[in-house]
């Protein structure tokens, strides 16, 4: 592979973007470091046109503290722009390109951001309406807009990308660049299912750390392919694929999103041997047609975020080592797994659930109760975590102190997820807090039933939640969403669930639904289906009775009569 790259050390040190860059460039100066359908960049060019890109925006006015949101596409330019912004000490704010409308209206005025980075082909979201109350005073657009600019877009002052990117000297200008790692390199916007995203705000330490930690899990190597087809406006694209690449001195394949028909023949032609998935990715995956060239590819490593209940076969179809982990942009990578020592098939997870172990040289976490009482083995609570080092964690909320301090009480900041540990120290992700249901004394996780429907041959997605019990406590209701093509018998599924799941987990009521609410990044939003309660259609599995299958949209639920 020639020569290894030498693997920076943040236990040591902690580096901004450019002081990475800058040992990138003399320790891998030819390896590429970038390879997309636009070409290839290797670490001494991606040092130099950053360096250059970051002289274009400082002469346009950029630099510490200025805030630029960026509207942008999976392309090595997008790359470029938030390593330019990180060397100057400006602001980066990623922009879900699936953001329209009051979404993209609250991050455009929430953020305070002066400068808008633009792919043309996004300019027409920027309605009048989106600006009103912003503070933007300059668009950079790449790109020519299929039409005109709206109105209030087209009087703020407008530079073209090419413009900057391609100006300044060959070698790249002198520009005074950051050093302190300290300082607020990003503003992450969660989409979270209730209320409006938050701003995370992130220290150049926390998000390396961060990569730093897929490093590890992945046991990530100069020389390897990553393939990403990740958004590179979220943690997983740019945290864990992109920079995580940089630190271990790998090459990263960027595709402009995930496709399961392109997936393998794009790791053949691009040799990647690296991966992240989503578990939701991964099962698609896994779901396609068996074929004699399951095992004929480079890929070797994969992470898998969260686990789904097929992924030891997932594993062993395709020939593949799995690891994951359990990480947040608010709290970092505090419990990971790895690949165990001497079985290169298999991967050191106890089950489905299981996230891997606490980083106990970084991080401090505890489980603990709704009075912050820590938990014993074995019991369910929400997961806190403390960092044993400064700044590697989030920063707070942007403009949302009390959202802050609710997060950070008792000294322990929470990250709202219910989990348990086992007495080896094995950490296992049960729920959301607020999706966990408590029906007749006994606490069930939403995650798990939902993957005990996810089995049922014609549900293609669902979503499980609490709803108020006649008698005390709560009840469990599935809304299920049938395979295109497929008629889904409630009773059916209803009888299957009762043979697969323990008793108190089997939902009591169903709906059936065409499609589930979702945010703009995909996360279903439980809230407006629990908001609806019992006042939806549904059917009862325990009344057993045809008068108690209500009518869906004035239509019979497909299976029964």
Known sequence: MGRQSKRLSLAKDYYTVATLLAERAKTSRRRPAIVSDEGSLTYAELEA??????????????????????????????????????????????????????????????????????????????EDEILDGARLETLILRGSAPGRL???????????????????????????????????????????????????????????????????????????????????????????????????????????????????????????????LLGAMAN????????????????????????????????????LRVTTNYGSTEVGVPIRAGFRPGKPRLFHLVDARSCGRIVSDRFEVKIVDPNDEEVPPGVAGELVVRPKRPWIVMSGYLNQPEKTMEAWRNLWLHS???????????????????????????????????????????????????????????????????????????GALGAFLERTLPKFMVPRFYRLET????????????????AQGLDAPHWDREARSANQIKQQRNKPIPGRS
Request: charged fraction near 20%; include cysteine.
């Open 515 to 530: 499609a589930l609410p979702k945010t703009p990044t995909g996360k279903i939003q439980k809230f407006q289906l629990r």
């Open 416 to 490: 709202g997820d219910l989990m348990m540990r086992d007495k080896r120290g094995n950490f296992y992700f049960l729920d959301r807090v607020k999706d966990s249901i408590r029906r007749r004394g006994e606490n069930i996780s939403s995650t798990e039933v939902e993957n005990g429907i996810l089995k049922f041959p014609s549900v293609l997605e669902c979503a499980v939640y609490p709803v108020p019990s006649p008698l005390t406590e709560q009840e469990v209701m599935a809304a299920v969403v049938a395979k295109p093509g497929n008629e889904l018998d409630l």
């Open 284 to 319: 698609l995956v896994h779901r396609a047609p068996a074929s004699p060239a399951d095992k004929k590819h480079p890929l070797d490593k994969v992470l898998v975020v969260p686990l789904f209940p097929q992924v030891k076969e997932f594993a062993r179809r395709f020939g």
């Open 150 to 276: 709206p109105a209030k877009l087209s009087k703020l002052r407008t530079i073209e990308f090419a413009s900057l990117a391609g100006s300044g000297p060959a070698g790249g200008p002198a520009i005074a660049e950051t050093s302190d790692p300290r300082q607020i390199m990003a503003v992450m916007y969660t989409s979270g299912t209730t209320g409006a995203s938050k701003g995370v705000r992130c220290t150049f330490a926390h998000a390396l750390e961060y990569s730093r930690c897929v490093v590890e899990v992945l046991d990530l190597k100069a020389g390897d392919r990553y393939y990403n087809m990740l958004p590179l406006f979220h943690i997983a694209g740019q945290w864990a694929a992109v920079f995580a690449c940089f630190i271990a001195g790998a090459t990263v394949v960027l595709k402009p999103r995930f496709s399961v028909s392109a997936f393998w023949d794009d790791i053949r032609h691009h040799r990647c041997n690296v991966t992240l």
């Open 49 to 126: 046109q950053s360096r250059k890109l970051a002289a274009g925006f400082a002469a346009r006015g950029i630099g510490p503290g200025t805030t630029v949101l960026m509207m942008l596409d999976n392309h090595a330019d997008s790359i470029l722009c938030w390593l330019a912004l990180a060397r100057l000490g400006a602001v980066e704010v990623p922009v879900n390109t699936a953001y329209l409308g009051d979404v993209l209206k609250h991050v455009v005025r929430d953020s305070l951001a002066t400068i808008l980075i633009l792919d043309a082909a996004y300019a027409e979201r920027f």
